[in-house]
């Protein structure tokens, strides 16, 4: 028997679309907008989704049903979308030092050896995970997983980078979903950010104790991220703060006069703050002081991260795969100098370098998460 959630369904990057939901074998079965105009997209028992969670209203409050995957035809569509898009120019390879990790649609997560271009693969696709993080030393990587059967427990796995052991591991359960965590810097805790607005936890790992931040005078958190000296930088939807070591204080950064805004990335430093706000990036320091546009296009950009030495961002470029809907959004991926100065995404400027691996043509997309090591 279907059901249709029309007021508690939601997807994660497409709040806007409802899900038609098979309770019996746990799938779902249609996309349909609130927009009168866009049709149901009725899908093929082989098409999935990937990187979305499916919710529904249960007691009053959201509960996660499950994270599913793409499959089929699906993910020949968004690869068609990328072979006919407009190849910007630029030198393959080469393109600084380090590493990139990513997550690509099925493809599981990846790496790009910034300077020989190699591509090759970290983790492989497993439709139970629902976020990474490498630890700065590259030995160590962070896997949050769904945990069978327990849909309000997620199990935070880390892991030897080179051959998979588990090193150690946590379960927490809560009734908040969580994605996107981050490695502390000493590599102890871990930051699990809300997928929808709501609180931010803290995992000790060693202790298996955690810490909650439910909200910041009454306003719900989106984000976080980790400032070298193991603070945090939380978000609320118009305002950025910093907290204090011990999670129990914050301080007011800057009230932001943007319309949207998100995808905070931090300085290895510490001294310079990114984040995307009204569709393009912009960088200032810890304090909020000289505030700069960096990006501007007729586009979108998001998902930024800087180098390891802080001279150069990785920037994201919105795309929607061809024949997938509004929902099916991606990220294309430019390197641009970090530089204080305004670079045109559109233009064919040479300081804004696609990343091409070694042996492909077009630039790599990926899905939100990046990391430059």
């Known amino acids: 028997m279907f059901q249709s959630f029309q007021n508690g369904t939601r997807l994660q990057r497409a709040p806007h679309l409802y899900g038609v939901y098979n309770a019996e074998d746990d799938r779902l079965f249609a996309i349909r907008s609130q927009d009168s105009n866009i049709k149901p997209f009725f899908l093929p028992n082989n098409i999935f989704f990937t990187g979305l969670f499916c919710y529904t209203t249960n007691e ?34 080469a393109l600084g030092s380090g590493n990139v990790y990513f997550t690509w649609a099925d493809e599981g997560t990846l790496k790009i ?25 590259q030995k160590r990587i962070l896997v949050q997983e769904d945990v069978p059967g327990q849909y309000d427990t997620q ?48 995992l000790n790992i060693v202790t298996q104790k955690f810490t909650t931040i439910k909200d910041i005078q009454g306003k719900s958190l989106t984000n976080a991220c980790w400032m070298p000296d193991e603070t945090i930088l939380l978000s609320t939807a118009n305002a950025l703060y910093r907290s204090n070591k011990t999670f129990d204080q914050v301080s007011l950064i800057k009230n932001m006069d943007f319309s949207s805004w998100g995808s905070v990335a931090v300085r290895n430093d510490g001294k310079k703050i990114a984040f995307a706000g009204d569709k393009h990036i912009w960088m200032m320091d810890a304090n909020a002081d000289n505030l ?82």
């Open 60 to 93: 009053n409050r959201i509960m996660r049903i499950r994270r599913i995957n793409i499959a089929g035809a699906f993910i020949g569509l968004m690869l068609l979308s990328l072979s006919c898009k407009k190849d910007r120019s630029g030198s393959k390879g």
């Open 292 to 373: 700069m546009q960096i990006t501007d296009s007729n586009s979108e950009e998001g998902a930024v991260c800087f180098s390891p030495d802080g001279s150069f961002m990785i920037v994201g470029t919105y795309n929607f795969a061809s024949g997938g809907g509004p929902w099916a959004k991606y990220y294309t991926m430019f390197i641009v100098p970090a530089d204080g100065k305004k670079y045109q995404m559109d233009s064919s400027d040479s300081n804004v370098k696609p990343v091409i691996a070694h042996g492909e043509s077009s630039p790599q997309s990926y899905d939100s998460k990046v990391q430059w090591l």
């Open 155 to 202: 199990r935070f796995k880390i892991l030897d980078l080179n051959n998979g052991t588990v090193i150690s591991s946590m379960d927490f359960t809560s009734t908040e979903t969580y994605t996107n965590p981050r490695l502390s810097p000493n590599g102890t805790l871990i930051l699990c950010s809300p997928l929808l607005p709501g609180s931010v936890t803290i």
């Open 113 to 137: 050896n910034l300077q020989s271009g190699a591509k090759s693969l970290v983790l492989p696709n497993d439709t139970k995970q629902n976020g990474f993080d490498v630890s700065k030393d």
